[in-house]
């Protein structure tokens, strides 16, 4: 089993969806989650953290559930410009470990 | 605030010859990581600096493979020689911290190429 587990898409949307990826963890003992967004041929680049009484950050909410080793990311009103690949990274020890990422696309 | 630097951007090379990959972290930045992403596959953890000293090697995937950080600054990432299942990108990451609680800052990688 990985480590870190992504559904890897492609996740193809309208403009102006609601889009959710999920992603599930292997070692209970994790500190602390991200979401990373990569940009084709481009580095990865934080999106947001996720915290245990979840997060949002203007249309994106970010949710933690311990007890299940789940993550989400919501995506609300999605744009063009949201078009990438989604990374869920998990922390124990100042160790990250990465899924394989979501891929999203979205069209006008 | 420059960012973390990597260079070369591209590298292609011929089985058995030997490249070096440099990283520059942020100024300050005790903290080095360098990863590495194969095709079709996630970002791999290879080898964690805390300033001159190698924390955790435990990535790096054999003997063929070299990590430095001399003075703490940069740092380089050789690999000799090379084969041809060493092509991916290999990206590098800064913190002052460590990544618990913001994440870190990824270089632009370097995309290396074996043929």
């Known amino acids: 089993r990985k480590e870190v587990e992504q559904d890897p898409g492609p996740f193809n949307v309208p403009e102006g969806a609601t889009v959710a990826f999920n992603c599930t963890y292997s070692?209970?003992?994790?500190?602390?989650f991200f979401w990373y967004r990569q940009d084709c041929r481009k580095e990865p680049k934080l999106l947001m953290s996720?915290?245990?009484s979840g997060n949002e950050d203007g249309r994106f909410t970010a949710q933690l559930n311990r007890a299940s080793q789940y993550i989400s990311l919501l995506i609300r009103d999605s744009k063009l410009s949201d078009s990438a690949t989604y990374l869920c990274?998990?922390?124990?020890?100042?160790?990250?470990?990465f899924g394989a990422g979501t891929r999203l696309t979205v069209k006008p | 605030e420059a960012g973390v630097t990597q260079f070369p951007s591209h590298s292609v090379i011929e089985k058995g010859q030997t490249v070096t990959l440099r990283c520059d972290p942020i100024?300050?930045?005790?903290?080095l990581y360098w990863y590495r992403r194969v095709m079709g596959k996630e970002i791999k953890f290879l080898l964690h600096?805390?300033?001159?000293?190698?924390?955790?090697e435990s990535g790096m995937p054999n003997n063929r493979f070299l990590a430095e950080r001399t003075g703490g600054t940069y740092s380089t990432l050789k690999v000799q020689p090379a084969e041809l299942e060493d092509s991916g990108v290999y990206f590098c990451?800064?913190?002052?911290?460590?990544?618990?609680?913001?994440?870190?800052?990824f270089g632009s990688g370097t995309r290396l190429t074996v043929v």
């Open positions: 990451a800064s913190s002052q911290l460590g990544p618990a609680n913001y994440g870190y800052t």
């Open positions: 070692n209970s003992a994790s500190q602390s």
């Open positions: 996720v915290y245990s």
């Open positions: 990274v998990v922390n124990k020890d100042n160790d990250m470990r």
């Open positions: 100024s300050g930045h005790d903290n």
């Open positions: 600096f805390v300033k001159e000293s190698k924390q955790d």
